[in-house]
């Protein structure tokens, strides 16, 4: 079936303008996760969606950064006031329930703040 | 705060030399994942090891996890240039966070 797709792949903007992420999970998949990585570096956790709980957004590094998930399906991640520390890919990843460890990822978005 | 670190950093292979990549944790995980990216790719599951000392194998892959929970290592035997990549070891100290180690970025030499 369909992996994870994430849109756009690229995405060029201007400092201090906003900018908004698409995560679309593998159907029936309850768990979500935003990740950024930054050049040559390790994944760092964002937010976490399960099912219809409250998200777990204490990744978030300020309040610029928001995300939401429309009926337990597509995740958007929106940058405000983008600023150019934020330039990295940003990976969503989702599995298939809250006892199912295995994460599957998406191609990423790659962000950069000009 | 949480801090999983893996070492080493880089690592150059002669083709058909052998490859171990460690990862500590800074606190007790309830399980480790280990994950591949191959560059330009994104993160890619292999494997995960919920139990103290538990080891296991996929071929010429081999993983561990110690006894306290709180390190794992994979090996990886007689490399060949497809096992190039980054590997990541992750894991969850008990909450709905993933944390993800600094990865190991392996060279394989023809």
């Known amino acids: 079936g369909a992996g994870v797709s994430q849109s756009p792949s690229n995405k060029v903007t201007e400092k201090g303008k906003d900018v908004e992420l698409r995560c679309d999970p593998i159907?029936?998949?309850?768990?979500l996760y935003w990740y950024r990585q930054s050049l040559g570096q390790g994944l760092e956790f964002l937010i976490y969606?399960?099912?219809?709980?409250?998200?777990?957004k204490s990744g978030l590094p300020s309040d610029r950064f928001s995300a939401e998930r429309t009926g337990g399906s597509v995740s958007t991640l929106t940058i405000q006031r983008t600023q150019q520390e934020d330039s990295a890919v940003y990976l969503c990843?989702?599995?298939?329930?809250?006892?199912?460890?295995?994460?599957?990822f998406g191609p990423g978005t790659r962000l950069t703040v000009t | 705060g949480q801090q999983v670190m893996q070492i080493p950093q880089y690592q150059h292979v002669q083709e058909g030399e052998d490859f171990t990549t460690y990862c500590n944790s800074s606190?007790?995980?309830?399980?480790i994942q280990w994950y591949k990216q191959r560059p330009g790719g994104h993160p890619v599951f292999l494997i995960q090891l919920v139990k103290s000392g538990e080891v296991k194998k996929q071929k010429r892959l081999t993983f561990q996890f110690g006894e306290a929970k709180k390190n794992s290592s994979l090996h990886i035997t007689a490399t060949q240039t497809t096992d190039v990549g980054t590997y990541f070891c992750a894991g969850p100290p008990g909450g709905n966070q993933f944390y993800f180690g600094t990865g190991t970025s392996l060279t394989v030499i023809p």
């Open positions: 969606f399960q099912g219809n709980s409250a998200p777990d």
């Open positions: 990843a989702s599995r298939s329930g809250q006892w199912s460890y295995e994460q599957y």
């Open positions: 606190t007790t995980l309830s399980n």
């Open positions: 159907s029936g998949h309850t768990a």
